[in-house]
């Protein structure tokens, strides 16, 4: 392992890890949850707009704690912090093969919340960023493929497991997951490179800890413009693949069909995350940014027409431009305002974001439930995303204490 650490091949190993991190983390305490719905409305008589209100309370909950946990993993490492999220996540799922009740659930969901902060999102480019700044772009791109990755295995594990074994079964076998990703954390995970282990191009020639303080980027215009544009396109994002399922199934597709709905939103993602990430490496990040956004508009101006028949291609076009904001947004942040106060930074966004997330998984499930119908919440994805086009054009440089060569 010293061997490889103080090669080239280690950072590169941390991305494609930071990866499998998001992949089991999300997929398990979101994108992996809605094929699930149909069995909880069947056997408890809950309304979607309840069942919905979990992922409420999980973003929410994930967006007001990031700000705190931030500081821990400014302070502690990221490494710790996921040993913590893993044995959480195996408590989740054990008590979700036991659930009996709406309160029950929601607690659950409380848990994860504390998941998704701790080895989730922010935890897993914080680490990356720490291995790269040349690459920085394709291997955030890497690492967030990930989320993309939970969303085509987990909800295809679900319903295989529903079908064979029944959920509750799904839930037990599924805490084995973070199981092994407990072990792999403790025995292959290092936070950041030694100053002899900083592979030239690759780790950060200025230090690790180069960047904003907190309090600047708080000042800062392009701080708040990004999080406009990570509340609005969670919001669509996140309400999106959480009602795909019941759309589809409303359709009189089956259970598998719409789940590969869901994998092909997922799968475009993907190749959203890493095409652009490497492209942001190569071409002027703005422009990308641009260019990714538009395309989920696309996809919204397309799911707005209700013409089931065209379903694949919203999906795919939605998909694969929200791999690619996703990546960018993450991407900007870190180049903006670098890694000196990361925790904090990200985490405070991440209260914005993850609100935005919990707010259209639920208030689309709410009004589904009053209106019998998707056509509206369509619409307010569509506004949302022309709101997150306008906050781009407003993301410049701090004033002062601007990440050396960084560019958005």
Known sequence: ???TRNGRIYPWFIAVFAGVVLMVSNGQTISGLTVYDVEFINE??????????RDMITLLLAGLAAPFIGILIDRFGVRRCMLAGWVLLILGNIAYSQLESLTGLYLVHALFALVLVVCGLNAAVILVSKWFVRYRGTAIGIALMGTSMGGIVFPQYGTAMVEAFGWRSAFAWGSLFPALMLVATWLLVKDKPDVAEQPGAIAAASGPESGVAFADALRSRSFWALAIIAMTTFYTVLGTSAHIFVYMTDADFSP????????????????GKFIFGLAADYFDKRKVFYGNILVMLVGSLILIRMDIALIWIAVTAFGLGWGGVYTMLQLTVMNIFGTRDAGKILGTITVLDASGGGLGIWLTGVIYDTTGSYELPFLIFAALIVVALAALTLI?????????????
């Open 1 to 3: 392992m010293t061997s």
């Open 44 to 53: 408890f008589g809950w309304s979607l707009g309840e069942i919905k209100f």
């Open 256 to 271: 598998q069909v719409a789940t590969n709905a869901i994998t092909l939103f997922f799968f475009s993602a993907l190749v």
């Open 396 to 408: 410049r440089h701090p004033v002062s204490g601007t990440v050396a060569g960084a560019t958005i």
